[in-house]
């Protein structure tokens, strides 16, 4: 019950005060930025204008969880203008309180209990239910109760200044109108993941929470964001079933009927993967929508979905990718049903194992354009070399996808957008 009480005072104490000189990194106010015309598919008819219009009541400075929630106000589509300063744990509880998974296991949920519950060597692909599996559902409601932040229309946030909001999963759902930028967005760690015996033959681990989810989210602008599994990466997980008990989904997924977003100078780093862009072959009602734009941002030591596409046209330019020495990687560009992707003056930084056919990766992709990409340095033409070594069962790939972006910013070369991005991606980083 403690939970869930909204305690006033610790409501009052996160709505502070803190000098505008603190925005960005920079001097200047950016809580009141709209996109620019023509920057990427968020720029799309009426644009992206975010809580810009707000009046002064519904500008708010947060520096802790219930602060935030408040101003976010259930997701309301009332104007408001929300800045971030310094480091918001949305586990906590009211009073701002750290909780850990410990706090919110329930009705005798326990990991050692769910894994001899479940065991596939004993129970085969049988579903986890009964009991334990009761317990964890009951245990991640909990848990999803305080990290689950809903962001409605008409809303910006903003960090102050090395803003940093860990836990939690930010979700434009069902919204339209919604700016985030200038936020360091950390591990948005699932304390009770659930074992789906069915999924990719083995069976793996499924966990909930991705830093940001826009779902029949529309006009979206996120910008100069760095969203990352920090102090808590994956591969230091344990391995239960042969599969390593992942943590993490995605760090910004976008889904159901979700259309007109742009992403533009944000770091995605640390993380498996990263951006899942139309969640299923059998959603066509994502087909004609999913347009999203991705320009100018570092994926770095992401292992894949950076992004994997359905559906959507998709302008990919001026993106920088690193994968460091040691680092699992499987793929970046993920070609799925009925995508287009337009890719053009993309940078690529791998060790010596990732060779360029492993870049793209195709599930019942049709086409693909890239033009401009550089691999290590030198001019690569992914989709050649995608179609001379897809020699699985995949189809080879045409440059045809069907459309050719007209709104966007100044395309850089790869040359000129990789130092650009190396310097100026990520939150911290508003010029
Ligand atoms: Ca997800």
């Not at 990194?25 to 009141?32: F, L, W």
């Not at 699992?328 to 995508?339: I, Q």
Request: hydrophobic share 35%; charged share 20%; net charge negative.
């Amino acid at each position: 019950m403690r939970l869930r009480q909204v305690t006033l005072g610790a409501a009052l104490l996160g709505v502070l005060c803190v000098p505008a000189h603190a925005d960005s990194g920079s001097d200047r106010d950016i809580s009141r930025d709209t996109l620019p015309a023509d920057d990427g598919w968020a720029a799309y008819g009426t644009g992206t204008t975010g809580g810009s219009a707000a009046d002064d009541a519904h500008v708010f400075t947060v520096t802790d969880r219930a602060g935030l929630v408040r101003a976010l106000d259930g997701g309301s589509d009332t104007p408001k203008i929300i800045k971030v300063a310094g480091t918001i744990d949305a586990n906590t509880d009211d009073d701002g309180h750290p909780l850990d998974c410990a706090d919110y296991a329930t009705d005798g949920y326990g990991l050692k209990k769910y894994l001899a519950a479940y065991d596939p060597r004993t129970r085969g692909s049988a579903k986890p239910s009964g009991e334990q599996e009761e317990a964890r559902q009951a245990s991640a409601a909990k848990q999803a109760e305080r990290v689950t932040l809903p962001v409605g229309s008409n809303t910006t946030i903003v960090g102050l200044g090395n803003a940093v909001l860990k836990g939690a999963s930010l979700q434009v759902k069902n919204a339209n109108n919604v700016i985030i930028r200038n936020l360091d967005l950390r591990d948005a760690y699932d304390c009770f993941p659930v074992w789906q015996p069915n999924t990719g033959g083995l069976g793996d681990w499924k966990t909930s929470y991705d830093n940001i989810w826009l779902t029949g989210a529309t006009h979206v602008w996120i910008d100069h964001v760095t969203a990352s599994d920090k102090g808590h990466p994956d591969a230091r997980e344990p391995v239960y079933f042969a599969r390593n008990y992942l943590r993490h989904d995605g760090l910004l997924d976008i889904t159901n009927g979700s259309d007109l977003v742009t992403v533009s100078w944000s770091r995605f780093a640390d993380h498996d993967k990263a951006m899942l862009i139309g969640n299923s072959d059998s959603a066509t009602g994502d087909r004609g929508r999913l347009r999203v734009t991705l320009h100018h941002n570092q994926f770095e030591s992401v292992v894949q979905r950076a992004p994997r596409v359905r559906f959507g046209q998709v302008h990919v330019y001026d993106n920088r990718y690193v994968v460091p020495q040691g680092a699992e990687y499987r793929y970046s560009l993920g070609v799925s049903t009925e995508s287009g992707i337009y890719a053009e003056n993309n940078s690529f930084h791998t060790p010596g194992h990732v060779e360029v056919a492993d870049l793209v990766k195709s599930w019942n992709g049709t086409a693909l354009h890239q033009s401009g990409t550089l691999f290590n340095g030198y001019p690569v033409d992914l989709l050649a070399i995608y179609d001379a070594y897809n020699s699985g069962s995949e189809r080879d790939l045409t440059a045809d996808v069907g459309w050719t972006p007209t709104l966007h910013a100044q395309i850089d070369s790869a040359a000129v957008a990789d130092r650009e991005v190396a310097r100026g991606a990520g939150a911290g980083r508003i010029p």
